[in-house]
C-alpha cells in the first residue's frame, strides 16, 4: 500500500519562505513522477509543480513560477517544495501526488494534505 504523507505545513508572513516534505512509502519511490498540488479556500484544486522519476524535469504552474522549487532525494523517498516570496494568494492546502507527470497526469496517490496560510 502506498502511502504518501505531507508535512512543513505552518503560518507564514507574505514575503516569507517556507518548505514542504513528502514522504513516500510502500512503492518504488525512484521509479515515480512526482506533484504538488493545492486547493485555497472556495477554489478548485489546482496543479502547483511536478518532477520526473529522475529529477531531471520540473514542471511548474505559471503563478509559481521562480518563486517555487520542486526536488526529490530518492534515497530518503521524499519530494519537497520550497516555496519562496510568498503571497496571501499561496495561502492552501496543499497536496503531495504519485505516478504522474504535470498538471493533468492521472495521479494515482494522494496524500492528505498540509495547510499552508500566508497571512498579509
Known amino acids: 500500500q502506498v502511502q504518501l504523507v505531507e508535512s512543513g505545513g505552518s503560518t507564514v508572513q507574505a514575503g516569507g519562505s517556507l518548505k514542504l516534505s513528502c514522504q513516500v512509502s510502500?512503492?518504488?519511490?525512484?521509479?515515480?513522477?512526482m506533484g504538488w498540488f493545492r486547493r485555497g479556500p472556495g477554489s478548485e484544486r489546482e496543479f502547483v509543480a511536478s518532477?520526473?522519476?529522475?529529477?531531471?524535469?520540473?514542471y511548474y504552474a505559471d503563478s509559481v513560477k521562480g518563486r517555487f522549487t520542486i526536488s526529490r532525494d530518492n534515497a530518503k523517498n521524499t519530494v519537497y517544495l520550497q516555496m519562496d516570496s510568498l503571497k496571501v494568494d499561496d495561502t492552501a492546502v496543499y497536496y503531495c501526488?504519485?505516478?504522474?507527470?504535470?498538471?493533468?497526469?492521472?495521479?494515482?496517490?494522494w496524500g492528505q494534505g498540509t495547510q499552508v496560510t500566508v497571512s498579509a
Open positions: 501526488a504519485g505516478g504522474g507527470f504535470g498538471p493533468i497526469a492521472e495521479y494515482g496517490y
Open positions: 518532477i520526473s522519476w529522475t529529477g531531471s524535469s520540473t
Open positions: 510502500g512503492q518504488t519511490f525512484s521509479k515515480i513522477g
